[in-house]
C-alpha cells in the first residue's frame, strides 16, 4: 500500500481504521509511517498527562444530597403528574388556537365554544409572560453578593419556560403578529442566557444578565404585552373575538 | 444498555427516587471527569455534573433504552458543557471589548528550553494542554474528549453530536491535527 495518510494512522491509534491490519502490515517495513505514528502517538500521550481532579468513591452521594432537593417527586405520567404535561399542552393548544384563529374570519356574533376555548388559551399566553416576568424581575433587582449569586431557581424556570415560548413565537410569526413574535424573540434570547448560565455566578456575570435585560427593555415589553393579552382575555365574550392583539 | 441501570430507569420513571439515587451514585464520577475535561475547570464541571443528572431526570420519559443510559447521560453533560463555554465565551467577548487589552497567557508562558523532563512534566505542558483543547470548534473538542479519554466509538459520538460517520471521523482527525500543530513543539523539546 501507499504511505499511510495522518487521518488511517489516527484511526489506527483509536482502533478504528477500517484497514486495521494492512496499515499495520505496512508500518513495519515503513520507517517514515512509523516514525509519524511514533510522533502521532507523543503528542496524544501528552494530552494523557493533562490530570484530572480525583472524585473518591463517596463522590455519587455528594452530588445526589446537593441535587435531591431539586427533584421532583415522579409519579408517572398519571393525572397527578399534571405538572409534567400541562405547560406543553397548554402551550400546544395556543399553537392550535393562534393557527387558526388567524386563518378564520370571526364572522359570528354568537359565543360560540371556539370564542370560549380563545378565553382560555389567552390566560395561558398571559400566565407564560407572568412567570417570565416574574424571573426577569427577580433577576433585574437581584442584589449584587459578596461571592456568588445563586441563580439556580430562575435559571430553572426559565428552562422551562423556553420551550414554550419558543412554540408561541413562531406561531405569533406565522400568523402574521409581528409585535408579539418580536417581544417572544427577545424574551427567548434572555431565556436562553439564563437557562444556559451556571447555577451559580459572579457579580459581573449578574450585571451582564442585567444590562442585556435592561438593554433591550424586556421587563417593560413584556408587561405591556402581558397587559394587552389581559385586556382582551377581559373584553366580553361576543367583541374578544373580532380584536387581534 | 447496562441490565442494573434499565431496572433503574425503569423503576426512577414510576417514581421510585432511590432508583434515581442509584444511578446518579453510579455515573457521576464518569460525568464528572467527562465535564472537567470539557469545560477545563472544576467550578464548572460540577456544575455541570448536577444539571445533567437534574435535566436526565426532566427528561427521563424521553429517554430510548436502546443505547446505553451512561451515553445517554454523556450527550446531556456533553450539550450542556457546550452550552456553559458559549456562555462563557459571550462573556469573556463582553469584558474583552471593554477592557484595555491584555497580553496572552500563553506567550507569557517561558519557551520550553529547559532539561526534557523539567519541561514534560511540568505544570506548563499541562497548561499548554489545556490551551490546545480551548483552540479546537466545540464539535472537534468534544468528538476528541469522547474518543480520546471515554472510549467512545465513532458511531456512539455521532449519537452525542447527531453527526454522521464520516463527519464524525473528521471532527476527532482535525482535534489531533490542531493537537499536532500545537503541543509537536513541546514534545519534540522533551525529546
Known amino acids: 500500500m501507499n504511505h499511510a495518510t495522518e487521518e488511517q494512522l489516527v484511526l489506527l491509534y483509536y482502533g478504528e481504521a477500517p484497514e486495521q491490519a494492512e ?35 463517596e463522590y455519587g452521594q455528594a452530588v445526589w444530597q446537593r441535587i435531591e432537593k431539586r427533584v421532583p417527586r ?7 403528574a399534571w405538572w409534567i404535561w400541562a405547560p406543553a399542552l397548554a402551550a400546544l ?27 382560555i388559551l389567552l390566560v395561558a399566553v ?32 426559565a428552562e422551562e419556560l423556553l420551550e414554550d415560548n419558543r412554540l408561541y413565537r413562531i406561531t405569533a410569526s406565522t400568523s402574521g403578529e409581528a409585535g408579539m413574535a418580536s417581544v417572544l424573540d427577545d424574551l427567548e434570547r434572555v431565556l436562553m442566557e439564563i437557562a444556559h448560565s451556571p447555577s451559580e455566578i459572579s457579580n ?13 427593555g424586556l421587563l417593560f415589553k413584556v408587561r405591556v404585552l402581558g397587559t394587552q393579552v389581559r385586556e382582551q382575555e377581559n373584553k366580553p365574550i361576543l367583541k374578544a373575538s373580532k380584536n387581534r392583539l | 444498555m447496562d441490565a442494573d441501570d434499565g431496572a433503574a430507569v425503569e423503576r426512577a420513571r414510576s417514581g421510585d427516587s432511590d432508583a434515581f439515587r442509584l444511578l446518579v451514585e453510579r455515573h457521576s464520577r464518569n460525568v464528572f471527569r467527562l465535564a472537567f475535561r470539557m469545560t477545563g475547570n472544576e467550578h464548572d464541571a460540577e456544575d455541570v455534573v448536577q444539571e445533567t ?58 519557551a520550553p528550553n529547559p532539561g526534557p523532563d523539567r519541561v514534560v512534566y511540568s505544570g506548563q505542558v499541562q497548561g499548554r494542554v489545556q490551551a490546545a483543547l480551548d483552540e ?22 455521532g449519537n452525542v453530536l447527531g453527526t454522521g460517520t464520516n463527519a464524525t471521523k473528521h471532527s476527532v482527525f482535525r482535534a489531533v491535527q490542531k493537537l499536532r500543530r500545537s503541543l509537536e513543539p513541546l514534545v519534540g523539546a522533551a525529546k
Open chain 1, 23 to 57: 496499515i499495520e502490515q505496512h508500518l513495519a517495513g515503513c520507517e517514515e509511517c512509523r516514525a509519524g505514528y511514533r510522533a502521532l502517538q507523543a503528542v496524544l500521550n501528552t494530552v494523557d498527562s493533562a490530570p484530572v481532579p480525583e472524585r473518591g468513591p
Open chain 1, 74 to 80: 415522579r409519579r408517572g405520567l398519571r393525572w397527578t
Open chain 1, 93 to 119: 393548544l395556543v399553537a392550535a388556537f393562534l393557527a387558526g384563529r388567524f386563518t378564520r374570519p370571526a364572522t359570528s356574533d354568537v359565543a360560540s365554544s371556539g370564542q370560549v376555548k380563545e378565553r
Open chain 1, 126 to 157: 398571559g400566565d407564560h409572560l407572568d412567570r417570565s416576568q416574574m424571573v426577569l424581575a427577580e433577576l433585574s433587582n437581584a442584589p449584587e453578593g459578596k461571592g456568588d449569586i445563586d441563580i439556580s431557581d430562575e435559571r430553572e424556570r
Open chain 1, 204 to 216: 459581573d456575570q449578574l450585571e451582564d444578565l442585567q444590562r442585556d435585560i435592561r438593554e433591550r
Open chain 2, 53 to 110: 443528572f437534574l435535566r436526565a431526570f426532566r427528561r427521563l420519559d424521553k429517554y430510548e433504552t436502546r443505547s446505553s443510559f451512561g451515553t445517554w447521560l454523556f450527550r446531556i453533560a456533553s450539550n450542556y458543557s457546550l452550552d456553559l463555554l458559549r456562555s462563557r465565551k459571550r462573556r469573556e467577548d463582553k469584558r474583552e471589548r471593554s477592557l484595555p487589552e491584555q497580553p496572552d497567557i500563553l506567550e507569557s508562558m517561558p
Open chain 2, 136 to 157: 479546537l470548534t466545540e464539535q472537534e473538542r468534544t468528538a476528541f474528549v469522547l474518543r480520546h479519554f471515554e472510549g467512545l466509538s465513532i458511531e456512539e459520538i
